[in-house]
């Protein structure tokens, strides 16, 4: 089993910066993908980005490419999301999720864990 908390949100002007962070337990975290997901009110969970067990393989969506950093250390087993630039559009709910693989996946269900998510809400 794995267990994924996420923190770092909260309300920002347009154009502002956010840190979020993922802290993961459980068996051999270390050897999962993680990815960041968002939903905002009345639309679909998506995918915001990715990042290998390794951390050498990162995937984004087109909407944050350039804006959004995902880093991770797995020495204390957290990940990182740099979000720069932010825009209204990207107010949303955003989790954290897991899964044991190889590769980066971007789509919802490929991933086994999630978080309970954090608000993050960007001012016009």
């Known amino acids: 089993q794995v267990q994924l908390v996420e923190s770092g949100g909260g309300l920002v002007q347009a154009g502002a910066s956010l840190r979020l962070s993922c802290t993961a337990s459980g068996r051999t975290v270390s050897a999962c993908a993680m990815g960041w997901f968002r939903q905002a009110p009345g639309k679909e969970r998506e995918f915001v980005t990715g990042?290998?067990?390794?951390?050498?393989?990162?995937a984004y969506a087109d909407s944050v490419k350039g804006r959004f950093t995902i880093s991770r250390d797995n020495a204390k087993n957290t990940v990182n999301l740099q979000m720069n630039s932010l825009k209204p559009e990207d107010t949303a709910v955003y989790y954290c999720?897991?899964?044991?693989?190889?590769?980066?996946?971007?789509?919802?269900?490929?991933?086994?864990?999630w978080g309970q998510g954090t608000q993050v809400t960007v001012s016009s």
């Open positions: 999720a897991a899964r044991w693989t190889n590769n980066v996946p971007t789509s919802r269900s490929a991933y086994n864990y």
């Open positions: 990042i290998s067990w390794s951390g050498r393989t990162t």
